[in-house]
């Protein structure tokens, strides 16, 4: 069925599979192997790693809401983009965004430098100095947008129209926004990752990762690798994700709408030095982010002034929760330098703007009040 809405689709899916019980939920199809009716045949199903009712179903659904031709799902966020970075090869170099995800430089610059396969951070933000750093060596443009934590935002379609005149893929990790807000492939990106973990999940009780793309030569490539690196999700997640995201739209309605509130907040607030929010009408790319998604999002990045104490504010606040990762129902804020970031040698994350002040924070959707009275009184108790 083709729905016109987005938020009818999250609930419905395709709902193919051929359920004799009529489950109005895709079953949790809890089993590592399948019987095979003839020796020889040609089986749907046949062994977990290659393929579950379950993980399908919400491959399915992945694909569907990003307008993709097929989606993959993985054991974890990273593991997700693991198998996207496999798909080159040594001498190939990928260009990535100046304040992308600790894990993700991590993996470029511990492992896959082992093979060969190198990376150069630049601009990402500014397409025209962007296309005079691709040589041809260059085979990708990797790109989160909003950035992680400086919530910069990438033009996606320029940077999708760039690497088709270069021959070379175009891959944007969409984790921020969700394809409720944002959509890559519809922008011309070639490959979309998400950390499933995050806002897909949406209750903080799951890993996951998830890769959508828009050829069928690059399904065929994913799914070989997938197939042969065996890190796939597996069933009892891949039906806690299809829940999950069943109710993305009212979750990320709140969440954004309590990002708002708080990001007009921080702004205006003495002890704040600067505010990272797409959101915000003065904010870097904030007109490029009204063409490409829905709104700013429910990140938030931001500083406090030299009179104020950081880690003292941090374990201050009393509602929100000092943590890793993001996404989920409850606010949660870290410290990127000390923790998401701390993968990236101080130099580099300092040059890049992640300096020890900057706080990074995941709205909720508790009550926004309660949010803006915590954050407050941390601020408050954390005067020097």
């Known amino acids: 069925?083709?729905?016109?809405?987005?938020?009818?689709?999250?609930?419905?899916?395709?709902?193919?599979?051929?359920?004799?019980?009529?489950?109005?939920?895709?079953?949790?199809?809890?089993?590592?192997?399948?019987q095979q009716q003839t020796l020889g045949g040609n089986p749907e199903w046949e062994y977990a790693r290659t393929g579950n009712p379950t993980r399908t179903a919400l491959e399915d659904l992945i694909a569907d809401l990003e307008g993709g031709k097929q989606g993959f799902a993985f054991a974890s966020g990273m593991a997700a983009v693991t198998a996207v970075l496999s798909l080159f090869r040594a001498g190939d170099r990928i260009?990535?965004?100046?304040?992308?995800?600790?894990?993700?430089?991590?993996?470029?610059?511990?492992?896959f430098e082992?093979?060969?396969?190198?990376?150069?951070?630049?601009?990402?933000?500014?397409?025209?100095?962007?296309?005079?750093?691709?040589?041809?060596?260059?085979?990708?443009?990797?790109?989160?947008?909003?950035?992680?934590?400086?919530?910069?935002?990438?033009?996606?379609?320029?940077?999708?129209?760039?690497?088709?005149?270069?021959?070379?893929?175009?891959?944007?990790?969409?984790?921020?926004?969700?394809p409720y807000l944002q959509r890559p492939l519809e922008l011309g990106a070639d490959i979309v990752i998400h950390s499933a973990t995050k806002y897909l999940g949406g209750h903080s009780d799951l890993l996951a990762g998830l890769v959508v793309v828009n050829s069928d030569e690059i399904a065929k490539?994913?799914?070989?690798?997938?197939?042969?690196?065996?890190?796939?999700?597996?069933?009892?997640?891949?039906?806690?994700?299809?829940?999950?995201?069943?109710t993305l739209a009212v979750r990320m309605d709140r969440h954004v709408e309590n990002a708002e509130k708080l990001a007009r907040y921080l702004e205006a607030h003495p002890a704040v030095r600067k505010v990272y929010y797409p959101g915000l009408p003065d904010a870097q790319g904030y007109e490029i982010n009204r063409r490409q998604a829905k709104n700013g999002g429910a990140m938030i990045s931001f500083e406090l002034e030299e009179g104020y104490d950081t880690k003292t504010f941090f374990s201050s606040l009393r509602l929100i929760t000092l943590a890793e990762s993001l996404g989920g129902v409850e606010s949660l804020v870290c410290h990127p330098a000390s923790m998401t970031h701390a993968a990236i040698p101080e130099e580099i994350r300092l040059?890049?703007?992640?300096?020890?002040?900057?706080?990074?924070?995941?709205?909720?959707?508790?009550h926004a009040d309660d949010l803006k009275a915590d954050l407050e009184q941390a601020i408050q108790r954390s005067r020097i």
């Open 1 to 34: 069925m083709e729905y016109k809405n987005i938020e009818s689709q999250m609930i419905h899916g395709r709902m193919r599979l051929n359920d004799t019980a009529h489950s109005v939920n895709v079953p949790i199809y809890q089993t590592s192997t399948f």
């Open 95 to 111: 260009i990535i965004s100046g304040n992308v995800y600790g894990g993700t430089f991590r993996l470029l610059d511990k492992v």
């Open 114 to 178: 082992n093979f060969g396969i190198t990376y150069s951070i630049e601009d990402t933000a500014d397409p025209e100095v962007l296309e005079e750093k691709i040589t041809p060596d260059v085979k990708a443009i990797f790109v989160e947008s909003p950035t992680n934590p400086l919530l910069t935002v990438n033009d996606i379609s320029a940077m999708a129209a760039l690497t088709k005149r270069k021959g070379i893929l175009s891959i944007a990790d969409s984790t921020f926004m969700t």
């Open 221 to 246: 490539r994913i799914g070989f690798l997938q197939n042969a690196s065996g890190a796939v999700l597996g069933p009892f997640d891949s039906f806690l994700l299809i829940r999950g995201i069943k």
């Open 351 to 366: 040059n890049l703007g992640v300096t020890d002040r900057l706080i990074r924070l995941s709205v909720g959707i508790e």
